[in-house]
């Protein structure tokens, strides 16, 4: 089994900044890429920001500039550094895992469950 936990969102102004974190557990021999999706009420779930395991990363266009992806120093982390945030950032935030079992070696997509950043303005 292996588990992805999300902390880190919460209510705040337009122009402010959160920073929101992705812990993976369980076991996990490798993960080849972790990714932060959102889903705003009555919208499809789209993907914000990704990062794999050579350091690049990619962004959403409507992000690009604002949000900044890392992976912590352990590689079982995953952060997303959100500043100057819009009323149109609210959304659930999950955290997306491409991560090879130890024991099987195979790679399973794993989610969390989501934290919800809200935005007013």
């Known amino acids: 089994q292996v588990q992805l936990v999300e902390s880190g969102g919460g209510l705040v102004q337009a122009g402010e900044s959160l920073r929101l974190s992705c812990v993976a557990s369980g076991s996990i021999f490798s993960i080849n890429a972790m990714a932060w999706y959102r889903q705003a009420t009555g919208k499809q779930r789209e993907l914000v920001a990704s990062?794999?395991?050579?350091?690049?990363?990619n962004y959403a266009d409507s992000v690009k500039g604002r949000f900044t992806i890392s992976r912590g120093n352990t590689k079982n982390t995953v952060y997303l550094q959100m500043n100057s945030l819009k009323p149109e950032d609210t959304a659930v935030y999950y955290c997306?895992?491409?991560?090879?079992?130890?024991?099987?070696?195979?790679?399973?997509?794993?989610w969390g469950q989501g934290t919800q950043v809200t935005v007013s303005s």
């Open positions: 997306n895992a491409d991560i090879v079992r130890s024991w099987s070696r195979k790679a399973v997509d794993a």
């Open positions: 990062v794999i395991s050579d350091g690049s990363t």
